[in-house]
């Protein structure tokens, strides 16, 4: 699994959109990038996956750069239910789809 | 059923004691998972479970026991705990999917406190 950074917090204000930056420049072509979020006393929650082409659903969109050294997750709006640790992890795949979680992005938003 | 329990909710233990804790998913998944996340780190994964198998040890020390008895249950047995064991433990869920990449569903873990 590739090693990925994100910035240790970010701040947004509700209602507008959320870039969350991931890098993982030692990603191997057969990597997905994934990202969870976990909430305050909860345990983390599937947000968003891809392997190559930009995804989107009905949480948030993935843009993933054309060399897959680095990818965004996008909130187009922000609300208070969405602050929340954001995990951007480079891996999986296989048999077990094992995923090693990184430091993470500790989101909080703002009425 | 879309969802993961996981019993109990809190367990406090002495460190002779010994304890399980029990996960459970009804959604046909495959893949089961042990993570152990302590207060303001990632989740640090565990076991993996897949068609029931030990697919995957983290190089945890024996005094963690997992059991996978059937496709739906996942257990983990403590034995002789250290207070430095102290952790939410979280159990997760995959169905089998494309090249094995698949949502991970996660249960709301397990507070374990060793005195």
């Known amino acids: 699994d590739a090693k990925t950074t994100q910035p240790n917090s970010m701040e947004s204000n509700e209602e507008e959109p959320v870039h969350l930056p991931c890098n993982h420049s030692?990603?191997?072509?057969?990597?997905?990038i994934h990202w969870y979020r976990q909430l305050p006393s909860q345990g983390p929650e599937y947000v968003i996956h891809g392997l190559t082409s930009n995804v989107n659903n009905r949480m948030a969109s993935l843009a993933i750069a054309e060399d897959r050294k680095s990818s965004t997750l996008i909130l187009h709006r922000a609300t208070l239910r969405d602050a929340a640790v954001y995990y951007c992890i480079a891996g999986g795949g296989g048999a077990t789809n094992k995923l090693i979680f990184g430091t993470g992005t500790l989101l909080a938003v703002q009425p | 059923d879309t969802e993961v329990t996981q019993t109990p909710k809190h367990l406090v233990m002495g460190m002779t004691n010994k304890k399980s804790l029990k996960c459970e998913q009804h959604?046909?998944?495959?893949?089961m998972y042990w993570y152990k996340q302590k207060a303001k780190k990632p989740p640090e994964l565990m076991f993996v479970y897949s068609y029931e198998k030990l697919s995957i040890n983290e190089s945890v020390p024996s005094r963690f026991s997992p059991e996978c008895p059937n496709s739906s249950l996942l257990n983990l047995h403590l034995h002789a705990l250290q207070p430095e064991d102290s952790a939410l433990y979280l159990c997760?869920?995959?169905?089998?999917?494309?090249?094995?990449?698949?949502?991970?569903?996660f249960g709301p873990g397990t507070r374990l406190t060793v005195l």
């Open positions: 959604m046909g998944h495959r893949a």
């Open positions: 030692t990603i191997s072509g057969t990597d997905y």
């Open positions: 997760a869920s995959s169905p089998p999917g494309l090249a094995g990449v698949g949502e991970q569903f």
